[in-house]
Protein backbone atom coordinates (compact mmCIF):
# COMPACT_ATOMS: atom_id res chain seq x y z
CA UNK A 1 0.00 0.00 0.00
CA UNK A 2 1.05 3.60 -0.41
CA UNK A 3 2.09 5.69 2.42
CA UNK A 4 -0.43 8.18 1.08
CA UNK A 5 -3.27 5.42 1.57
CA UNK A 6 -1.78 4.51 4.88
CA UNK A 7 -1.68 7.87 6.63
CA UNK A 8 -5.29 8.19 5.15
CA UNK A 9 -6.98 5.10 6.22
CA UNK A 10 -4.97 6.18 9.91
CA UNK A 11 -6.87 9.64 10.04
CA UNK A 12 -10.08 7.40 9.91
CA UNK A 13 -9.87 6.82 13.35
CA UNK A 14 -12.26 8.62 15.30
CA UNK A 15 -12.64 7.99 19.01
CA UNK A 16 -16.30 7.26 20.53
CA UNK A 17 -15.26 10.02 22.83
CA UNK A 18 -17.52 13.29 22.24
CA UNK A 19 -14.67 15.87 22.41
CA UNK A 20 -11.57 15.36 20.65
CA UNK A 21 -9.54 17.77 21.88
CA UNK A 22 -10.18 16.50 25.68
CA UNK A 23 -9.16 13.10 23.98
CA UNK A 24 -6.22 14.26 22.18
CA UNK A 25 -4.41 15.48 25.90
CA UNK A 26 -5.95 12.81 27.70
CA UNK A 27 -4.32 9.73 25.71
CA UNK A 28 -0.59 11.28 24.60
CA UNK A 29 1.99 8.15 23.32
CA UNK A 30 5.21 7.45 25.27
CA UNK A 31 7.94 7.37 22.59
CA UNK A 32 10.69 5.10 22.95
CA UNK A 33 13.64 4.82 21.06
CA UNK A 34 14.79 1.67 19.34
CA UNK A 35 16.41 0.12 22.53
CA UNK A 36 13.60 1.08 24.64
CA UNK A 37 14.51 3.81 26.79
CA UNK A 38 12.77 7.30 26.34
CA UNK A 39 13.80 9.67 23.75
CA UNK A 40 14.32 12.26 26.05
CA UNK A 41 13.17 13.18 29.61
CA UNK A 42 12.82 16.69 30.07
CA UNK A 43 10.21 17.43 27.91
CA UNK A 44 9.00 13.62 27.73
CA UNK A 45 8.95 12.53 24.47
CA UNK A 46 4.97 12.76 24.10
CA UNK A 47 3.02 12.21 21.07
CA UNK A 48 -0.99 12.82 20.76
CA UNK A 49 -2.27 9.53 19.65
CA UNK A 50 -3.05 10.68 16.10
CA UNK A 51 0.71 11.17 15.15
CA UNK A 52 1.28 7.66 16.97
CA UNK A 53 -1.42 5.16 14.99
CA UNK A 54 0.08 7.15 11.83
CA UNK A 55 3.32 5.75 12.87
CA UNK A 56 2.43 2.38 13.32
CA UNK A 57 0.31 2.16 9.93
CA UNK A 58 3.67 3.45 8.82
CA UNK A 59 5.45 0.72 10.32
CA UNK A 60 8.16 3.16 11.86
CA UNK A 61 7.14 2.38 15.26
CA UNK A 62 5.99 -1.28 17.78
CA UNK A 63 3.45 -1.02 20.36
CA UNK A 64 4.71 -1.48 23.69
CA UNK A 65 1.32 -1.00 25.69
CA UNK A 66 -2.14 0.55 25.37
CA UNK A 67 -4.79 2.22 26.90
CA UNK A 68 -8.23 0.70 27.69
CA UNK A 69 -9.82 3.28 25.31
CA UNK A 70 -10.60 2.28 21.60
CA UNK A 71 -10.64 3.97 18.45
CA UNK A 72 -12.85 3.51 15.49
CA UNK A 73 -12.15 3.50 11.95
CA UNK A 74 -14.68 2.03 9.20
CA UNK A 75 -12.99 -1.26 8.69
CA UNK A 76 -10.99 -1.42 12.35
CA UNK A 77 -11.26 -1.12 15.92
CA UNK A 78 -7.96 -0.62 18.20
CA UNK A 79 -6.23 0.70 21.13
CA UNK A 80 -5.01 3.69 21.21
CA UNK A 81 -1.46 3.37 21.94
CA UNK A 82 0.49 4.42 25.27
CA UNK A 83 3.73 3.25 24.79
CA UNK A 84 5.45 3.07 21.11
CA UNK A 85 8.95 2.11 20.80
CA UNK A 86 10.64 3.62 17.17
CA UNK A 87 11.81 0.59 14.97
CA UNK A 88 14.79 2.37 13.75
CA UNK A 89 17.35 3.91 16.93
CA UNK A 90 17.92 7.69 16.98
CA UNK A 91 21.13 9.01 18.41
CA UNK A 92 20.29 11.23 21.31
CA UNK A 93 21.70 14.59 20.99
CA UNK A 94 24.54 15.00 23.63
CA UNK A 95 23.97 18.18 25.01
CA UNK A 96 20.42 19.32 26.99
CA UNK A 97 18.65 22.54 25.87
CA UNK A 98 19.92 25.48 28.58
CA UNK A 99 16.66 25.59 29.78
CA UNK A 100 15.15 26.63 32.96
CA UNK A 101 14.07 23.30 33.99
CA UNK A 102 16.89 21.73 33.09
CA UNK A 103 19.11 23.93 34.95
CA UNK A 104 16.97 23.28 38.08
CA UNK A 105 17.35 19.38 37.36
CA UNK A 106 21.38 19.72 37.26
CA UNK A 107 21.09 21.53 40.27
CA UNK A 108 18.75 19.02 41.76
CA UNK A 109 16.40 21.57 42.69
CA UNK A 110 18.43 23.06 45.52
CA UNK A 111 20.18 25.87 46.14
CA UNK A 112 23.72 25.85 45.53
CA UNK A 113 24.94 27.90 48.27
CA UNK A 114 22.68 26.38 51.00
CA UNK A 115 21.14 23.62 49.81
CA UNK A 116 17.70 24.70 50.25
CA UNK A 117 14.94 23.39 48.37
CA UNK A 118 12.69 26.43 48.97
CA UNK A 119 11.81 29.48 47.09
CA UNK A 120 14.58 28.57 44.30
CA UNK A 121 15.62 31.16 41.47
CA UNK A 122 18.35 31.61 39.20
CA UNK A 123 21.96 33.64 39.96
CA UNK A 124 24.67 35.10 37.85
CA UNK A 125 27.36 33.21 39.60
CA UNK A 126 29.91 36.11 38.36
CA UNK A 127 27.28 39.32 38.10
CA UNK A 128 26.06 40.47 35.27
CA UNK A 129 27.68 43.94 35.78
CA UNK A 130 30.50 42.58 36.04
CA UNK A 131 30.76 40.81 32.62
CA UNK A 132 29.06 37.43 33.60
CA UNK A 133 27.44 35.76 31.13
CA UNK A 134 23.88 33.91 30.85
CA UNK A 135 25.74 30.40 30.45
CA UNK A 136 25.34 26.94 31.85
CA UNK A 137 28.50 27.73 33.42
CA UNK A 138 27.50 31.05 35.33
CA UNK A 139 23.93 30.51 36.03
CA UNK A 140 23.40 28.37 38.99
CA UNK A 141 19.99 27.72 41.48
CA UNK A 142 19.64 29.83 44.17
CA UNK A 143 17.01 30.26 47.14
CA UNK A 144 15.88 33.93 47.22
CA UNK A 145 17.39 34.57 51.03
CA UNK A 146 20.88 33.43 49.42
CA UNK A 147 20.28 35.37 46.01
CA UNK A 148 19.20 38.77 48.07
CA UNK A 149 22.28 38.20 50.59
CA UNK A 150 25.00 38.03 48.05
CA UNK A 151 23.27 41.05 45.89
CA UNK A 152 25.17 41.91 42.56
CA UNK A 153 28.87 40.51 44.13
CA UNK A 154 30.89 37.70 43.80
CA UNK A 155 30.70 34.77 45.60
CA UNK A 156 34.03 35.54 47.11
CA UNK A 157 33.10 39.06 48.05
CA UNK A 158 30.09 37.90 49.62
CA UNK A 159 31.53 35.07 51.41
CA UNK A 160 29.64 32.39 50.22
CA UNK A 161 30.77 28.76 49.25
CA UNK A 162 29.21 27.28 45.56
CA UNK A 163 28.70 23.59 46.84
CA UNK A 164 29.46 22.83 43.04
CA UNK A 165 30.88 24.65 40.00
CA UNK A 166 28.46 24.91 37.89
CA UNK A 167 29.04 23.11 34.25
CA UNK A 168 27.24 22.42 31.30
CA UNK A 169 25.60 18.49 31.89
CA UNK A 170 25.40 15.89 29.44
CA UNK A 171 21.91 14.80 28.20
CA UNK A 172 23.46 11.26 30.02
CA UNK A 173 23.74 13.61 33.23
CA UNK A 174 20.73 15.05 33.23
CA UNK A 175 18.97 12.10 32.78
CA UNK A 176 20.19 10.36 35.88
CA UNK A 177 18.92 13.33 37.82
CA UNK A 178 15.83 13.43 36.33
CA UNK A 179 14.76 9.67 37.44
CA UNK A 180 14.61 11.38 40.95
CA UNK A 181 12.31 13.91 39.82
CA UNK A 182 9.61 12.70 38.18
CA UNK A 183 7.22 14.69 36.26
CA UNK A 184 3.86 15.29 37.87
CA UNK A 185 1.75 12.57 35.79
CA UNK A 186 2.61 9.69 34.58
CA UNK A 187 0.90 7.21 32.67
CA UNK A 188 0.87 3.28 34.93
CA UNK A 189 2.23 1.92 31.75
CA UNK A 190 5.11 4.39 31.71
CA UNK A 191 6.74 4.00 34.43
CA UNK A 192 8.38 0.95 33.92
CA UNK A 193 10.56 2.58 31.19
CA UNK A 194 11.01 5.76 33.01
CA UNK A 195 12.40 3.62 36.55
CA UNK A 196 13.45 0.64 35.49
CA UNK A 197 16.64 1.43 37.28
CA UNK A 198 15.16 2.35 40.66
CA UNK A 199 13.06 -0.02 40.92
CA UNK A 200 16.23 -2.84 40.94
CA UNK A 201 17.52 -1.12 43.92
CA UNK A 202 14.57 -1.78 45.67
ZN1 LIG B 1 20.20 29.28 49.73
Known amino acids: M?????????????????????NLSACPT????????????????????????????LER??????????VHSPSL??????????????????FPAFTRFNLFLRDRFT??????????????VVPRRLGGKTTWENIITACAPCNMKKGGRTPKQAGMKLMLEPI?????????????????YLHETW??????DIELEE
Open 30 to 57: LVLNADYTPLSYYPLSIWPWQTAIKAIF
Open 168 to 184: RPTSWQLQQHGRAFPPN
Open 111 to 124: CQYCGSPSHLTFDH
Open 2 to 22: FKADLIERAAQFRSADEDPTR
Open 77 to 94: DMKLPSVIALRQFVKPSE
Open 61 to 70: VDVVASYERQ
Open 191 to 196: RDWLYW
